[in-house]
């Protein structure tokens, strides 16, 4: 049976699932897509599920461009903001217009699908293949483009959102923006979900069978995690999307929002109005009584405060999730202890006499594990009698990163082999030295922020894509769009 989008496959990547009277026009489109593809040689290797996800990914662009939705054009003007120009990797020629339909687009997003399912490959994005595939759809889009009716009901979603004055309603369609938008979900969206799922079974104590630890995941997912080729959080994009769309204002209660993650919470006091509660780290909640249902008094009376997780929208506290309450005075208190008795970080006056000496760079290059032992205890302050074995013993080429005195030391086992820093010795030590693109592609590498300092500083001149035109055309690339890649590829890591 040949491959077939449905109407219901557009329906489902609509914000809320709503159904228009395009979806039928841009399901066919989109199986014009997959006829066109299915007699391409570039298709060689692509598995069916890759060619759908290819035909949706651009039919639905098309889609979006047609009405102006914003969703497309909040992309590129988003990068256009960060970095000076419409798009990555490839220069556009002539005028750009966000409302029509552009090969160098569709490219773009194809690239997006293939380093989707090869998520341990970085795919150069002036791959011949994609490049064969993209001027294919491009021709049936352009042939298209006269004919193709604008989505009414897409468009005003957007530029009436009524969604915003309702928590739960906006709170749904920023999960569209994570889960099924053609452009900011996929990547990365099930790993962040399970990790997610895990800690709120620990928490709330729930069966991993229990559908409401799926539930109280699902409502973390919006407000949590970086997504989208630009990692940003749904928030943002959905901002984005409505400032296309002349909604400022909206815009700026979405990018007000505040999230407090599952914590426990010590019931400081209710009326008939409010409940206000304590996190573990001494934060106030004051959240509507309401907010419970018909919650009684006698209830909040037999408690001491509960397990929950909250968002503040529109000037008000919002329960998000599932919360569990009960007496959890003891285990809050044990919590509040450990936090105020750990005290992350470098000591002050270490801090400052670190910074002298290296010239107020947060980067420190070490040898071997005998020499991360030293810098510990001579620079850090770490009393020789707290040293204990580690794991950094048998470790080389290290980088010590202190980007503050409240944050504590990360170190980065081989990495001072690939960055470029004149007061790095090993830079290029050995032969065959790693070019540094694991450095930014492999998020348990490095922390974010001291990947965005490597590339606002220009220390890693070898990170290079795979390229038909040679080695230095793979650097070249890569280097002009650094902080673009680190972005797409590490996304909630950036």
């Known amino acids: 049976m040949p491959l077939q989008i449905t109407v219901q496959d557009i329906v489902m990547r609509h914000p809320m699932g709503m159904r228009c009277d395009t979806d039928f026009y841009y399901a066919k489109v989109g199986n014009r897509l997959l006829r066109q593809l299915s007699k391409n040689p570039a298709k060689q290797g692509l598995s069916e599920d890759v060619m759908m996800k290819m ?35 490839y220069s556009v020629k002539g005028e750009y217009y966000a409302d029509e339909p552009h090969v160098r687009d569709i490219q773009l997003l194809l690239w997006d699908v293939m380093m989707e399912v090869h998520e341990n490959e970085i795919i150069n994005p002036e791959n011949l293949g994609l490049s064969v595939i993209a001027f294919d759809f491009y021709e049936v889009l352009d042939d298209e483009f006269e004919k193709a009716p604008i989505n009414e009901t897409l468009k005003d979603f957007f530029e009436h959102p009524v969604f915003i004055g309702d928590f739960i309603e906006m709170r749904n369609v920023l999960q569209w923006t994570c889960s099924t938008c053609y452009l900011t979900a996929g990547r990365y969206k099930l790993r962040g979900f399970h990790e997610t799922f895990e800690s709120i079974i620990k928490l709330l104590r729930f069966d991993s069978h229990d559908n409401r630890a799926v539930y109280a995941a699902m409502c973390q997912q919006p407000f949590k995690y970086k997504t989208g080729m630009l990692a940003l959080l749904p928030q943002e994009w959905l901002a984005g999307i409505l400032e296309c769309n002349g909604r ?7 990018r007000a929002i505040e999230f407090r993650p599952y914590d426990l919470y010590k019931l400081d006091g209710f009326d008939d109005t409010f409940i206000r509660l304590s996190d573990t780290q001494g934060r106030e909640v004051v959240v509507r009584k309401d907010s419970y249902g018909d919650m009684r008094d006698s209830t909040l009376m037999a408690t001491d405060g509960c397990v929950a997780s909250f968002v503040k929208y529109l000037g008000e506290w919002n329960t998000n999730g599932m919360d569990s309450w009960g007496r959890f005075g003891k285990a809050y208190e044990e919590q509040r202890e450990k936090k105020r008795r750990y005290k992350s970080g470098v000591p002050q006056k270490n801090y400052e006499a670190m910074m002298k000496k290296s010239g107020g760079s947060p980067l420190f ?50 990495a001072a082999l690939a960055i470029m820093d004149e007061r790095n010795p090993y830079y290029k030590a050995v032969d065959d030295s790693e070019t540094g693109m694991d450095l930014i592609s492999a998020p348990d590498r490095l922390p974010g922020d001291m990947v965005r300092y490597l590339i606002a500083h220009n220390m890693l001149p070898d990170v290079a894509l795979n390229h038909l035109n040679g080695a230095e055309a793979g650097r070249e690339l890569a280097q002009k769009n650094l902080d673009f890649l680190a972005r797409s590829i590490r996304r909630d890591q950036y």
């Not at 047609?66 to 256009?80: M, T, Y």
């Not at 594990?369 to 794991?391: C, Y």
């Open 365 to 414: 290059y070490l040898r071997d594990g005998k020499d991360a032992r030293r810098f510990l205890m001579e620079e850090v302050g770490i009393p020789e009698s707290l040293m204990r074995p580690s794991e950094l013993d048998d470790k080389e080429y290290m980088v010590a990163w202190v980007p503050s005195p409240d944050e504590d030391v990360f170190f980065a086992p081989d």
């Open 248 to 254: 400022n204002a909206e815009a700026a209660e979405l």
């Open 55 to 89: 035909a949706l990914k651009t039919v639905l662009y098309f889609e979006d461009v047609i009405c102006d939705s914003g969703i497309w054009r909040s992309f590129v003007e988003k990068h256009q903001a960060l970095y000076g120009k419409m798009l990555p990797f």
